[in-house]
C-alpha cells in the first residue's frame, strides 16, 4: 500500500466510525475508483463486485447516463426544501406509480427511514397499534426499524418500540414446521393466521416483510406464499407492506420482487437500487386507498431531505436506464446462468446445503454435513471454515458478503456471462477448500475412533 493510500485508511480509522464494527478491529479497505462490475483499490488491484456495495449498485459504477444526470440536475438546483415542488420529483413519483401499479410516493433518505414511515402511516390509517414482522428479517438500523427486524442485531438494542409481534419464515430448507415444501399446509401462513387471533384482529394495522429476504438468508418463498399472505391480510382488514430494499428495481427480473407472485402490496418501501446507490433516497408507495386517507388526514412525519432533486433525478435516470438497456433481460439471461452454476456446486461440493437465488439474488448455504444439515457456522456467529472461505475469496479480489454459514453472490445487474463465470470459478475453488479441509477432518475423527 503507497503512502497514499495508507494516510487515507488511517484518516478514516482516526475520524470516522463503521458500521457493524468493533472500531478498533476495522480494517477498511481503500476505494480508488469503479467501473461497471469492477472497482480499484489503493494498490490499484482489481476487484470484481460480487456484492454490488453490498446489493444495491444495480447499473455498476460510474454508469456515464447517471452522472450526467446527476451534473445537469446539480447545474441547475442542488437543494429545496420538502414543502416545494420540483420536477425531478415530480417526474419520479409519476414513474414510480407506473412501475408499481401503487398511487403516490413520499420520499425519505434510505430503507430504514423508508419502513419507518410506513409503519407510522399503518398505524394512523388503520387506527391500530401493532405491526407484524419475520424472525429472519431486517429492515434497518433506526430504532424502529431495527426492533421490526428479527435480525440478532436488534438483541443490544432492545426493548426497542413497543407493538412488534413476529412470526416464522418461509424457510423451506430448515421449516421450522418440520414441512417438506411438496407436501406441507403452508404452515409458514397459517400459523400467522393463529398469532393474529392470539393478539387480537383489531390491533393488527400492518404485515411487513421483505420481498425476498435479503441478508437473512434470501428465502425465496413458496409460489402460493404471497397470494396466501394478502387474502390473511384482506380477511382481517391489515395493510401489506413489503419491503423491497434489497429485492426491488431488477434485482430479481422485474420491478418489485412481488410482481413474481401476482400479489399488489398496499404499502412497497424501497431504497438501494431505486438510484443503484448513486445519490441516497428511500420511498414508501402506496397504495390509492392509502393514499386518499391522507387527502383529508395528517400525514404525521416529514423529513429536511425528503424529495432531495438530486436523489430525485439520479433516480429517474436510474430507472430509464433499466429499460433503455433491457437490465431486466440480462438478469433473467444471467440469473439461468447463474442459477445453473448454483446448481451444480450444490452437487459438486459436500459442503453446500442448499442454493438459492431469483434473477442475480442469490446465496450459498453452507453445511458441514449434507444429510443432518450441520450449518457450517452457527447463527450468528462464525467458523474457522467461514473465515477461510472469505480470506480465500479476498485473497483472489472477489468482493463477496458472507455472514454466518452462507455466502451471497449479487453482481451488479449488468453483469456479463463472462465475468459472471470468472467471479464463479473463483468462488468454486473456495468451496474445495472448504470441502477438502472437511473432508480431512472426518477422516481425522474416523482414525481417533479407531
Known amino acids: ?141 433506526t430504532m424502529g426499524a431495527m426492533t421490526a427486524s428479527g435480525d440478532p442485531r436488534r438483541l443490544p438494542v432492545e426493548p426497542g418500540i413497543p407493538g412488534i409481534v413476529r412470526v416464522f419464515d418461509p424457510y423451506c430448507y430448515r421449516c421450522p414446521f418440520g414441512q417438506k415444501v411438496e407436501t406441507c399446509h403452508r404452515e409458514c401462513v397459517s ?98 386507498a392509502v393514499a386518499r386517507y391522507f387527502e383529508s388526514n395528517m400525514l404525521w412525519g416529514g423529513l429536511t431531505y425528503s424529495g432531495h432533486p438530486v436523489s430525485c433525478a439520479a433516480a429517474v435516470a436510474n430507472l430509464r436506464i433499466y429499460e433503455e438497456e433491457n437490465i431486466f433481460a440480462n438478469v433473467e439471461t444471467q440469473g439461468r446462468y447463474l442459477a445453473s452454476r448454483l446448481a451444480a456446486m450444490k452437487r459438486k461440493y459436500s459442503c453446500v446445503g442448499d442454493v438459492r437465488s431469483i434473477g442475480l439474488f442469490s446465496v450459498l448455504e453452507l453445511v458441514k454435513d449434507k444429510t443432518t444439515r450441520e450449518p457450517l457456522a452457527p447463527f450468528n456467529g462464525s467458523s474457522p471454515e467461514m473465515t477461510k472461505l472469505a480470506a480465500y475469496l479476498k485473497s483472489k479480489h472477489v468482493y463477496a458478503f458472507s455472514r454466518f454459514n452462507m455466502l451471497w453472490v449479487c453482481p451488479p445487474l449488468i453483469i456479463t456471462e463472462a465475468e459472471l463465470s470468472a467471479g464463479l470459478d473463483i468462488v468454486e475453488e473456495a468451496l474445495a477448500l472448504v470441502s477438502e479441509s472437511l473432508g480431512a477432518e472426518s477422516a481425522a475423527v474416523a482414525e481417533a475412533a479407531r
Open 191 to 288: 400459523h400467522i393466521e393463529e398469532v393474529i387471533q392470539m393478539e387480537g384482529p383489531t390491533s393488527i394495522a400492518a404485515i411487513l416483510v421483505e420481498g425476498i429476504t435479503g441478508s437473512n438468508g434470501l428465502l425465496v418463498p413458496p409460489d402460493d406464499y404471497y397470494p396466501k399472505l394478502r387474502a390473511l391480510c384482506d380477511k382481517y382488514g391489515i395493510l401489506l407492506i413489503t419491503d423491497e430494499v434489497m429485492s426491488g428495481f431488477g434485482r430479481t427480473g422485474k420491478w418489485l420482487a412481488t410482481q413474481h407472485y401476482g400479489i399488489r402490496p398496499d404499502m412497497v418501501t424501497c431504497a438501494k437500487g431505486l438510484t443503484s446507490g448513486y445519490m441516497p433516497l428511500g420511498a414508501v408507495i402506496v397504495s390509492d
Open 1 to 141: 500500500m503507497d503512502a497514499h493510500s495508507r494516510k487515507v485508511v488511517q484518516e478514516n480509522r482516526d475520524y470516522t466510525m463503521f458500521s457493524w464494527s468493533v472500531q478498533g478491529a476495522a480494517a477498511p479497505l481503500h476505494m480508488k475508483r469503479g467501473q461497471g462490475v469492477y472497482f480499484w483499490d489503493g494498490e490499484d488491484n482489481r476487484w470484481l463486485d460480487f456484492s454490488s456495495q453490498l446489493i444495491n449498485l444495480n447499473i455498476g459504477h460510474q454508469h456515464p447516463k447517471m452522472l450526467e444526470a446527476i451534473k445537469k440536475q446539480v447545474d441547475e438546483l442542488c437543494f429545496a426544501g420538502p414543502s416545494f415542488a420540483t420536477e425531478s420529483r415530480g417526474l419520479l413519483g409519476k414513474k414510480l406509480s407506473e412501475v408499481t401499479g401503487l398511487a403516490k410516493t413520499f420520499f425519505t433518505l434510505g430503507g430504514a427511514e423508508a419502513n419507518e414511515n410506513a409503519m407510522k402511516m399503518a398505524k394512523l390509517v388503520t387506527g391500530r397499534s401493532k405491526i407484524i414482522t419475520r424472525y429472519r428479517s431486517y429492515h434497518g438500523a
